[in-house]
């Protein structure tokens, strides 16, 4: 089974959220509508600006791990 490392946002060159998922629209549905993490509701990020689709889910977290380790420059 596949999943998707996403990144979520507030505005442009703004706070980012980086996770994975198996189902992309029901978690960003989530997100929206508060449900999701509390770090998104605390700072608003309603924005899917980045989507990967990944074959195995093990793959998209590897990758998020990795994303999220990168400097912001």
């Given amino acids: 089974m596949g999943g998707w490392v996403y ?9 980012i959220y980086t996770g994975v998922t198996a189902n992309i629209g029901r978690r960003i549905e989530q ?31 590897e990758q998020e791990k990795a994303i999220k380790k990168w400097r912001r420059q």
Avoid: C, P
Avoid at 7 to 15: K, Q
Avoid at 35 to 56: A, N, P, Q
């Fill in 7 to 15: 990144m979520m946002a507030d505005r442009y060159r703004g706070t």
């Fill in 31 to 61: 997100h929206r509508s508060e449900g999701g993490s509390r770090f998104v509701k605390r700072y608003g990020l309603s924005r899917l600006v980045y989507t990967e689709w990944y074959d195995e889910i093990t793959s998209a977290i």
